[in-house]
């Protein structure tokens, strides 16, 4: 990583980390990163593992991050749009766009297919590596630690606004499971091994005598419950809230890039205005009414499925971010 700054854009699944990694993208010195961990998992690093984990977990993590940008994956270093780089120069970047649409189009043909561009040359300044996960909020405690030189972003999405746009892209068939998320009772387990879930005295039993809503309800609460508490005293993490995106846009993404040491510039103004004012009705676009896309929600779920999710979260220190009442 050289004198490289890391950072790290992580919220859980359906919780608007895409655009959240594309803004970070269309910085001119940035290197954009689309879910490295999932792709390439973490062999010894628990999925829930403490934020005080030993030199095992700190030696694997240290190793996935040097090897970040020698991916050749069409999904970590292929996402579209792509944006001009400082570091490529006008040459490489048009090589490498070239070099990502080829990779996609040999994808089709013929599977997995490396993207055959260098994503940062040797002769590059410093570069502002951006990696986005949706696979890691259980151990952003533990990489915010270990990692003391990251800059973390995590990122919260009202849990109303979370569950339908899985709910949605279940119906439309867009996740690779076979099975509902509400289902997954293996992930539950692992959760009920948490500080929150014990606190609660929550059982699987429980879990499966519930509503597939209250499930999912829960799965927000005990993994964001668990970040938000490790993540608390940590000056190298900051939150954000989706539905504060999509209200200032530009206002919250000059906060983060404040954040993460980058400057503001008019590639990114020119993708906010675009991203935002354009919409898309792809499942998985950046292009979206921003009001809109934060607010969903209550057109998609009934009155009884929203008093399902706030009775599971209220009075939780996630909850307390959407409703009313005391954080415990």
Request: glycine share 8%; proline share 4%.
């Amino acid at each position: 990583m050289s004198n490289d700054q890391l950072i790290i854009l992580c919220g859980m699944p359906r919780s608007g980390t895409t655009w959240l990694g594309k803004l970070f993208d269309s910085h001119p010195d940035s290197l954009y990163l689309h879910e490295p961990d999932s792709v390439t998992p973490f062999t010894g690093i628990p999925l829930l593992v403490s934020a005080n984990a030993g030199d095992a977990e700190r030696q694997e993590l240290r190793a996935f991050v040097e090897k970040l940008t020698e991916s050749r994956s069409t999904k970590v270093c292929g996402s579209l749009p792509m944006f001009n780089k400082r570091y490529l120069g006008a040459v490489g970047h048009i090589w490498r766009r070239i070099a990502v649409l080829g990779a996609k189009l040999g994808s089709r043909v013929f599977g997995e297919f490396p993207v055959l561009a260098q994503l940062r040359p040797a002769s590059a300044g410093k570069v502002y590596i951006a990696w986005k996960s949706i696979e890691s909020v259980g151990r952003l405690g533990f990489f915010a630690n270990a990692l003391p030189e990251v800059r973390l972003v995590f990122e919260i999405r009202h849990p109303c606004g979370s569950i339908a746009s899985v709910k949605r892209g279940e119906q439309q068939g867009r996740f690779s499971a076979q099975d509902s998320i509400s289902n997954d009772y293996g992930l539950m387990t692992l959760l009920l091994d948490t500080d929150a879930a014990r606190s609660r005295e929550l059982t699987l039993e429980k879990l499966k005598a519930s509503h597939p809503i209250e499930r999912q309800a829960w799965q927000w609460l005990l993994f964001n419950e668990k970040a938000l508490g490790e993540l608390e005293n940590c000056k190298n993490a900051t939150l954000v809230r989706y539905e504060d995106l999509c209200a200032k846009p530009v206002e919250v993404t000059q906060r983060l890039f404040e954040f993460a040491g980058l400057s503001w510039n008019t590639q990114t103004e020119g993708f906010l205005a675009s991203s935002t004012q354009g919409e898309k009705k792809d499942y998985y676009s950046v292009y979206k009414n921003p009001e809109r896309a934060a607010n969903k929600w209550k057109e998609e779920l009934t009155e009884e499925e929203i008093k399902m999710v706030r009775d599971v979260v209220a009075g939780s220190r996630a909850g307390a971010l959407y409703f009313d009442g005391p954080a415990i």
